[in-house]
């Protein structure tokens, strides 16, 4: 599954173009206090995770919803065909005893 982040862009559409101008949001809508650091790291990178209450903190203050946020790529995942299962030649029956001790 590809998941593309575009909360750049979703900022820039509601005229937040900085960090600080969105950790203020989160902050004054939210209720949201980021350090601007961690603001900074979603502006700018691909996270690998984020919080349930982050994001609905940026939904908020953002005035918007994850599918704003998230471009997800729910094409499935073609797997190579499997070869056949060759079935074993039989081994032939042998008698079942006592072995010979050895000489």
Do not use: Y
């Not at 600080?20 to 939210?30: G, K």
């Not at 949201?32 to 690998?48: E, R």
């Not at 995770?49 to 908020?60: D, E, G, I, P, R």
């Amino acid at each position: 599954m590809n998941v593309r982040w575009k909360l750049r862009m979703a900022a820039a559409q509601r005229d937040v173009w900085t960090g600080a101008d969105l950790r203020r949001l989160l902050a004054e809508r939210a209720g949201l206090h980021l350090s601007a650091a961690s603001v900074s790291a979603l502006l700018t990178k691909q996270p690998s995770q984020v919080k349930l209450t982050t994001l609905a903190a940026l939904c908020t203050a953002l005035e918007c919803t994850p599918n704003d946020l998230f471009e997800i790529d729910t094409t499935p995942v073609a797997h190579p065909a499997k070869p056949a299962k060759k079935k074993a030649a039989a081994e032939p029956k042998t008698a079942r005893g006592r072995s010979m001790p050895p000489l």
